[in-house]
């Protein structure tokens, strides 16, 4: 079964920087979309990023563009989102999602990790 664990998350200061890592099992990036989500306090879960692994084409929320960038390590299974100059704001679980469909520029998965939390400080 399709597997993705996140980690790389914890505490960081504004202007920062982290990188969180998702290790997927279960399926090979060839065939799949995967990407990464977050979830502030208080808000709707958000897109952030993702890659389709069968063309290429990679996707950033505009908020995060500049700043963030989603890689793969494909012989790994392994997909990272370096987020760079991280705000107060951005506090947030952060979920990796993989599978589903690609609508216009919205993501819709099949599969979701169970989160980490990135908390930054003000």
């Known amino acids: 079964e399709v597997q993705l664990v996140e980690s790389g998350g914890g505490l960081v200061q504004a202007g920062g920087s982290l990188r969180l890592s998702c290790a997927a099992s279960g399926f090979t990036f060839d065939d799949y979309i995967i990407g990464w989500f977050r979830q502030a306090p208080g808000k709707a879960r958000e897109g952030v990023s993702y890659?389709?692994?069968?063309?290429?084409?990679?996707y950033y929320a505009d908020s995060v563009k500049g700043r963030f960038t989603i890689s793969s390590d494909n012989a790994k299974n392994t997909v990272y989102l370096q987020m760079n100059s991280l705000k107060p704001e951005e506090t947030a679980i952060y979920y990796c999602?993989?599978?589903?469909?690609?609508?216009?520029?919205?993501?819709?998965?099949?599969?979701w990790g169970q989160g980490t939390q990135v908390t930054v400080s003000s």
């Open positions: 890659i389709s692994h069968k063309d290429g084409i990679i």
């Open positions: 999602a993989a599978g589903g469909v690609v609508l216009g520029t919205i993501y819709y998965p099949d599969d």
